[in-house]
């Protein structure tokens, strides 16, 4: 698969940092390739790098060698403002610990990152998606007055407004319940596939993991075939 037919390609994709007993090669000659519209699950012990190679993917830690083209775009030559709008326009991401502001109710979380994009009618799209996620009813409260489940369907909302081609989830089902958790896995994949985005999802659980279309094993920095 070329890196132009593919929403994610890595290409021996290192990532180096600074730690308190010196370097820590991170990632280490990662390469993947991730098709447009596929679903696709990353698993590994913690520490294997899993959330610091999405981080690389969403452009929001630089690669110390290597090369990773996503959505087209080759990340190593973008400014970070040019990042951020890159972010914006193609990816949504869903993060373990929800994210959400507290200081704003649910519709504002969703419409803001519509707002600060410059889209028309930022929130009658934020109340389409949260109708869409089942929240009709809770358009008014604030993160703190949502339950664990309901804040992450917000996260979706708001992960899925903008109707980016890929979504990352890392661990989104990490802080639910069984129940809770599988009905968010279920509306990630609904959502994706009504979109036609590709999904990479982070997670231990090998049951959310097969109803990938593949599992990509990572240990020690390194991804498996």
Do not use: W
């Amino acid at each position: 698969m070329n890196p132009e037919n593919s929403m994610i390609a890595l290409d021996a994709v290192a990532l180096t940092l600074a730690g308190p007993a010196g370097p820590v090669n991170v990632l280490r000659g990662v390469s993947m390739r991730v098709a447009a519209g596929e679903s696709v699950a990353l698993m590994g012990p913690s520490g294997s790098g899993k959330t610091s190679l999405m981080m690389v993917i969403a452009g929001l830690e630089r690669l110390t060698s290597g090369r990773a083209t996503v959505a087209g775009h080759d990340l190593a030559t973008l400014s970070e403002d040019e990042l951020a709008r890159f972010r914006r326009d193609h990816i949504g991401i869903v993060f373990q610990s929800f994210h959400l502001v507290p200081t704003m109710n649910a519709l504002e979380n969703v419409a803001i990152p519509l707002e600060l994009a410059g889209r028309r009618h930022a929130f009658a799209r934020a109340r389409e998606c949260l109708v869409e996620v089942g929240l009709e009813q809770r358009i008014a409260h604030y993160p703190s007055q949502l339950s664990g489940g309901e804040q992450q369907r917000v996260a979706v909302a708001r992960a899925f407004a903008a109707s980016p081609p890929l979504l990352l989830a890392d661990e989104p089902t990490g802080n639910l319940d069984t129940e809770t958790g599988r009905r968010i896995i279920d509306l990630l994949f609904r959502l994706g596939a009504e979109r036609g985005a590709a999904l990479l999802l982070i997670t231990h659980d090998r049951g959310v993991a097969e109803r990938c279309a593949r599992i990509i094993p990572m240990a020690d920095g390194v991804v498996g075939a």
